[in-house]
């Protein structure tokens, strides 16, 4: 393709007038891109996309939607015991819901999950017990050990690093020549880390079966989207890597899940990585330890609880006939029962010793290690301390 454009060449003064050399010429476009978005169920609950063939299985938009509440209430259970002291910080997902579940409901069985650490709900559809995130947020790492998907990894709170272990691991997978695909998070502030540009970059260069998913919900901490990049989307930082970027509803669990799921059968079959910017909002604050009302705007909140993800899927579930007033109270109830469940499972949990703290650090203890940890044993017990 070219375009015809004025190359100028040089200027001269002569007396008070200026003169300009130039001539128009043609210059040729090597590459051009573009970001597509994908959106199934808009703000309304009204389809503005065909429905995809996974809807078609029985009862599937409601175990999406059944699964999109209970986080809901797990969330607000966990917020509360913060506040009460029974547990840590804790990194809410308020609002994520719709891009959480809809990524982990994509994947399969044997696929890989590299979360950073808010991502309950496709953990939660994953096998991940509820009681384990409350076991990692209340300092215990035992929450890292799940008895489904023990494939998957562990929280990482650093930002960014995560992605790098994702692309890693894709790199076995396909060293291995195993179908699987690996699946990783990251947050929108979290693009502006050298460890994404270096994860994007090794996937592409290897045609790694990973997808990215960036969960833009408009806010790094305190510090708002305008301000972290000039970037018109999120998505396109996947052009400097040669690969796909896509932008998608992220308060759309159907377009979300479809093409996530788009995504990662076109990694399995060998074509490589994708990016996927889901555009979304962080309803609460960042973390427990956040106050986000010191820097967003009322109003700014409010907007965006009139498109927050629950509230379009139950809206097609009732339009279709599939859901009542009485199934969502019955819903409701159920899912503060397993929560509170999930709460006594980890409070009865007995508190691991001092000396485990060493544990699962080396394959094989290095010797002064084993000499700390036998201190720490001595200490905790003449003070009366085993755990």
């Known amino acids: 393709m070219y375009n015809r454009a004025l190359i100028f060449t040089g200027a001269a003064v002569t007396g008070r007038r200026r003169h300009v050399d130039c001539r128009e010429t043609l210059v040729r476009t090597v590459a051009e891109f573009a970001i597509r978005y994908h959106q199934i169920l808009d703000p309304n609950g009204k389809l503005v996309g065909a429905l995809p063939a996974f809807t078609r299985a029985a009862g599937e938009l409601e175990r999406m939607y059944r699964l999109m ?19 840590g910080t804790y990194a809410s997902c308020l609002g994520h819901e719709a891009t959480h579940v809809g990524a982990g409901a994509a994947m399969r069985a044997d696929d890989v ?34 008895e489904q998907s023990k494939q998957d990894f562990a929280w990482c709170v650093p930002i960014a690093t995560q992605t790098l272990h994702a692309a890693g691991a894709a790199m076995a997978l396909k060293v291995r020549k195993e179908a699987r695909c690996v699946l990783t998070f990251i947050g929108d502030g979290g693009t502006s880390e050298g460890a994404f540009y270096e ?147 980890y409070l009865n949990m007995p508190k691991p010793s001092i000396e485990s703290m060493f544990d699962h650090v080396f394959a094989r203890m290095p010797a002064r290690l084993r000499e700390q940890r036998e201190q720490a044993r001595r200490n905790g017990a003449a003070n009366g301390h085993s755990h």
């Open 113 to 146: 999950l590299v979360p950073v650490y808010r991502e309950y709900g496709a953990q939660f559809w994953r096998g991940v017990g509820m009681a384990n995130v409350l076991l990692y947020w209340g300092g215990d790492e035992r929450g890292n050990e799940f």
């Open 69 to 87: 509440t209970l986080v809901r209430v797990f969330d607000t259970k966990a917020v509360n015991l913060q506040r009460t002291g029974k547990l």
């Open 199 to 345: 994860a994007l970059n090794l996937a592409g260069a290897r045609k790694l079966p990973l997808v990215l998913v960036v969960v833009n919900n408009q806010w790094a901490i305190s510090v708002p989207i305008a301000e972290q990049t000039a970037t018109v989307t999120l998505a396109q930082k996947a052009i400097a890597a040669g690969i796909p970027g896509v932008q998608v509803d992220g308060n759309d669990a159907l377009g979300v899940r479809d093409i996530v799921a788009q995504s990662l059968d076109k990694a399995r079959a060998g074509e490589g990585p994708t990016l996927i910017e889901a555009i979304t909002y962080r309803l609460s604050d960042h973390t427990t330890s956040d106050d986000a009302s010191r820097y967003r705007e009322a109003d700014e909140v409010k907007d965006a609880w009139k498109i927050e993800p629950l509230l379009r899927l139950r809206k097609l579930l009732v339009d279709t006939g599939g859901w009542t007033d009485a199934k969502e109270a019955a819903l409701k109830a159920d899912c503060a029962r397993q929560v509170d469940a999930a709460v006594e499972t």
